[in-house]
């Protein structure tokens, strides 16, 4: 992608190619999840695919091609769907994107104990420093893992924070579905 720094790495290449992505169907968007195959041996195997992707013989050879997978069900939460994801040997990685409600670490003392989670989530909703951010996060099949955060009030390319342990619960929570 055209904002996608060259000498980052594939994985990372790829988180920021799901977050332009999501970002340029807009805000307030469900969940999407994402396989990620290797970009040489998805020409190799399934050419058709690749050529109705764009996939060009002269792309560099340890690019990942995400794919975006079906809808995930309205109504089931995230940790029990992503439970119920098997992958087959061609995915060698997976991603998720998904925007959520954050507060900064100075909120974090004047939470209410004792809160339902619902009850929680309209909290967090209605405070006054709450912020809207779209986490992409991605896992591979040997343990590597990178994140883009985007801020809504701040929704430029030029401000997406990467890293590696920025969501760490959401990461674990894909690598699962990697196990046996």
Sequence with gaps: MSNTPMAASPLTRAVLEIDEYASGLGWDQPARLFALVDTARLRTQEPALASQLGLEDGQESSALTPIEQDEIP???????????????????????????????????????????EARLAKWVAEHPDRQEVRMTVAVLRDGARDSALRLREKDSP???????????????????????
């Design 74 to 116: 309205a109504g089931k939460a995230l940790d029990e769907f992503l439970g119920t994801i098997a992958w087959p040997d061609a995915v060698v990685g997976c991603a998720l994107t998904v925007e959520r409600l954050m507060l900064p670490p100075s909120a974090e003392a004047t939470v209410p104990q004792g809160l339902s």
């Design 158 to 180: 030029t401000e997406v924070l990467t890293g590696r342990d920025l969501v760490p619960g959401l990461a674990e929570a894909l690598s699962a579905t990697f196990e046996e």
